[in-house]
């Protein structure tokens, strides 16, 4: 059994940036691997192209471009507002919300729901960074197939997994 469309795939893997010495972003050792569906676009179409064909126990390492994951950095992404956007209705502006790194939930007029990191604070005005956090971030994966077994039709049906590291229900 190899790797392709359908299969529940279980992987153990290291996430950093760049290189395989590159900061490290997260990793799955010491926890339950990573489970997906392969090939229903659970995951960066990158990142399963570079585990197509693999069979239990291969190992992997591999580079994805920022382009490729989650996009390159858009400067005009980060939008500079009045401090007085975020004041409540007794016209303070809540302890600590204006805070670098900060991630503030925001509603455009058309009602469309996203998030903003707070980048730089000024006096009257704070810049705002709606890129992804990984923006710009090349991704490096190193780490192997732990698990492999067909998806039932239900999972298919539902789009997810079932039982041991998945939806009980
Ligand atoms: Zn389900």
Do not use: C
């Not at 990573?34 to 090939?39: A, P, S, T, W």
């Not at 998030?115 to 956090?133: E, I, R, S």
């Amino acid at each position: 059994m190899v790797i392709e469309t359908n299969k529940v795939v279980s992987v153990h893997y290291t996430l950093t940036e760049g290189t395989a010495e590159g900061e490290l972003v997260e990793s799955t050792q010491g926890r339950e691997p990573l489970m997906f569906i392969y090939g229903v676009g659970m995951m960066l179409p990158e990142f399963e192209r570079n585990l197509e064909g693999l069979k239990v126990g291969d190992q992997f390492a591999f580079g994805i471009q920022a382009a490729d994951a989650y996009g390159i950095y858009d400067d005009t992404a980060l939008v500079e507002v009045p401090k007085s956007t975020f004041e409540q209705e007794d016209g303070k502006i809540p302890d600590g919300l204006l805070e670098i790194g900060n991630m503030i939930p925001l509603q455009d007029q058309d009602g469309n729901r996203f998030t903003g990191m707070v980048a730089w604070v000024g006096l009257d005005t704070v810049k705002l960074d709606f890129n992804h956090p990984m923006a710009g971030v090349d991704l490096f994966f190193t780490g192997h197939v732990e698990a492999m077994r067909d998806a039932d039709p239900a999972e298919l049906e539902h789009g997810h997994i079932h039982g041991p590291g998945g939806h009980h229900h």
